[in-house]
C-alpha cells in the first residue's frame, strides 16, 4: 500500500523465476532425440560385452546427454549427438542403417573394434572426423557431400577401393589408408584437395607412385612397403613436402634423382629399397635433418654427403660400406648421430674426427680388427668435445660377418670419455688383465671379451661394486696336459696339436714359436675342440729347441701365456757332409773311431724323447710352466741338464 512500485517489481521476479525454474523442470526442453537414443542403444548391442566397463553408464531410462553416456557428447542444447567415440568396445558386425540419424554429428570414433560394414551416411554433412582404424571393413562408402570432412582414417580395414568423392572434399587435411586392400589412389586433380597436409597409405600394393603431386600443399607422404618402382619427376611440385617416407619399396637401383628437386624436406626415410649408391647431388636437400638409408646395397658414400650442414642424424646401418669417404672440407657441422653398424668397415673412418657435433656413434658389427689401443685413441678428440654415446660392440656376436674383432688390452684412454656417457665394447676380442676402473663414471659394457681372471679364479673384486661397469664373466688361464705336442694331418695340412683344457673358440687364439737362440715366430691357432688346439707348422731349419706358446692374442706374456717345449732333430744333411768329410781324410781307424763316438753323440742328441706317452709333473719356475720327468723314465746325456721340459 505504501510502496506500490515495488511490489511491480516482486510479481515480475516471481514470474521470471518460475519460467526458469518450469524450463528446467520440464524434461521435454533437454531430451535427446528418441531416434538418437535407439541408434545408441542399437549400437551397444553389437558389442560382445555390452554390460561391461566399457558401457557401464549407458543404462535404460537415462537419458545419453544428461547422465553423460561414456563416449557421448551432445549439442549445448541436449538434444542431439555432435560426437561419438567408442574405441576398442567389442563392436562387432555392421552397423546400424540409423546411424544417419545423427545429422549434428561432427566426430565419428570407432576404431579397434570388428565392424564388417558402414551404412550410407553421405548425408551426415557435419562429419569433421572419421576414425574407423582397425575394423574389418570390406565395402566402401561415399563422402562426396561432406563438405565440412577434415580428417578420414581407416588404416587396417581390408577395403579394395577409396571412399569416393574423396577428392572433392575440400577441406580434407589428413588422409590415413595405409595396410587397406587398396592398388589404387584416385589421381588429383590441380584444385582438388587443397588442405591435404597429411597422406598415409603406407602397406597397400600400389606399385606406381601414386598421382598426388597436384596436392600442392601437402607436408607429410608415407608410402611405406607399396611396391613402388621409381619416383616421377612430377614430385617436385610437392615444393612444401617436409616429410617423406618411402622405407621397403622396390627402387633396385641407384638413389631416385627427382627426390634432390625437394626443396624443404626435413625427413627422408628410404631403408630396405635396394638402393645401390646415393645420388651425388643429395647435397641440393639442404633443409634436410634426418637420412635413413638402412639396410640397402651402399658400397660408398658420395664426399658431398659431408657437405650437408643441417643433416643432424644420419642412418646408413646394414649396408656394404666398406669405407667413408674423407673430403678436406667437411661442413656436416650439426650431425649428432651416425649410424653405420652392420657393414664392413674395417678401420676407423678418417672423417669422423672432423664431426665436431657428434653425440652418437654406432659402428656395432662392423669388421674393425685393429687393437683397441689404437682404435679408441683415434677417436679420442671427440671424446673432449660432444661424444657421448659410443658402440663398438657386437649386438649379433654369432654371425660370421660383420662382426668386430678389436683386440689387446682394454686402453687407460677411456678414462677420458665422457662421464655422463655410454661406451659399449662387448663381445669382442680384447684380452689381459682388466685395468681398475672402479671410478668410471659413465656406463661401460665390456662382457663378451677375454679378459683374463686374477689369481683368485675371478674378475677383479671392484667389478662386483661398481654400478657402471658391466664386467661379465672372466677367461681362466688355458692349462696344457700334454708337454708333448704331436704332428698331426689336418685337411692336408700338417700341424702341431695341443691337448689341454679351458682352451676359448677364438679367432685369434695365437701359438708363439720362441726359439732357445733368440727369435720369434707368431702364427694364429685354431680353436679344433674344447679340449684341443691346432698351431700351423713353420719352417724351424736347425733350430733344436722351441718353445710353443698358447693364449688368446694380446695377452700379457709374463702371465697368460702358457708354453711348452717342441724338440727338432739336427738335419741329417749335415751329418752325412761331416762323415764324407772325415771319410776323406784317410786315416781309417781314427775314422772309424770317430764315427763310432759321433754315431753315440747323434743317437743321443736326435732320438728325442717320446713325451707323449710319459706322466709328467707339471712344475712352475722362472722362465714358466715345465714338465718334470721322473728319474729313470729318460736318459741322462749331459750332466748338467737335470730336467726336460
Known sequence: FLFPGMCRVYHFVTAALLVVFIAW??????????????VLKAIQDLS?????????????????????????????????????TRFSCDLEGALPATLIHFVDLEELDLSENELTSIPDISGLNKLRVINL??????????????????????IGNPLKTVPTGLTGCS???????????????????????PALTLLELSGNRLVTFPSVTEAT??????????????????????????????????????????????????????????????DAEINKLTTLKRLNINNNDLVTLPETLFSMSNLNDLSIRENKITHLPNPATVTLTKLRRLDASFNALTGIPSVLAKL??????????????????????????????????????NTEPEKEEHVNKLHGPLPTIINDFSPVGEMELFANMMSGPLPDLSGTKFSLKIQGNHFRCTDSGGNPDWC????????????????????????????????????GEKFESSEELQCSYHY???????????????????????????????????????????????????????????LWILGVVLGCVGFTAIVILGVFFYQKKRKRQSVGIPLEDREPTLIQSEEGSYAKLHEGDVQIVQQQQRRIS
Open 25 to 38: 523442470v520440464d524434461p521435454a526442453r533437454a531430451e535427446l532425440d528418441p531416434q538418437q537414443v535407439e
Open 48 to 84: 560382445d560385452h555390452p554390460f561391461g566397463p566399457n558401457w557401464e553408464n549407458w543404462v535404460n531410462n537415462t537419458d545419453p546427454c544428461e547422465d553423460g553416456w561414456a563416449g557421448v557428447l551432445c549439442t549445448g542444447d541436449q538434444t542431439s549427438v555432435r560426437s561419438l
Open 133 to 154: 582404424r582397425h575394423n574389418d571393413i570390406t565395402t566402401s562408402f561415399s563422402v562426396a557431400a561432406m563438405t565440412n570432412l577434415e580428417q578420414i582414417d581407416l
Open 171 to 193: 577441406k580434407l587435411e589428413t588422409v590415413y589408408m595405409g595396410e587397406t586392400e587398396i592398388t589404387t589412389f584416385p589421381a588429383v586433380q590441380a584444385g582438388q584437395l
Open 217 to 278: 600443399n601437402l607436408l607429410e607422404l608415407y608410402l611405406d612397403d607399396c611396391g613402388i618402382t621409381n619416383v616421377p619427376t612430377s614430385i617436385e611440385k610437392l615444393a612444401k613436402l617436409t616429410y617423406l617416407h618411402m622405407n621397403e619399396n622396390a627402387i633396385h637401383g641407384p638413389f631416385p634423382h627427382a627426390l634432390t628437386s625437394l626443396k624443404k624436406v626435413v625427413e627422408l626415410d628410404m631403408q630396405s629399397c635396394h638402393i645401390t649408391s646415393l
Open 356 to 393: 665436431e657435433a657428434l653425440e652418437t656413434l654406432i659402428l656395432s658389427n662392423n669388421e674393425l680388427s685393429q687393437d683397441a689401443t689404437s682404435t679408441l685413441t683415434s677417436l679420442s678428440p671427440l671424446f673432449s668435445k660432444s661424444l657421448t654415446g659410443l658402440y663398438l660392440g
Open 464 to 499: 662386483d661394486t661398481s654400478e657402471t661397469v658391466n664386467c661379465g664373466v672372466c677367461a681362466p688361464l688355458p692349462i696344457l696336459k700334454s708337454v708333448a705336442p704331436k704332428r698331426v694331418n689336418v685337411k692336408g695340412n700338417e700341424v702341431i696339436t695341443l691337448t
Open 516 to 574: 732357445k737362440k733368440g727369435g720369434v715366430t707368431n702364427v694364429l691357432g685354431t680353436f679344433a675342440s674344447a679340449t684341443q688346439i691346432h698351431c700351423p707348422t713353420i719352417e724351424l731349419g736347425s733350430a733344436q729347441d722351441v718353445r710353443v706358446f698358447v693364449a688368446n692374442y694380446g695377452t700379457d706374456w709374463s702371465k697368460d701365456w702358457v708354453g711348452l717345449t717342441f724338440y727338432k732333430n739336427k738335419s741329417s744333411n749335415q
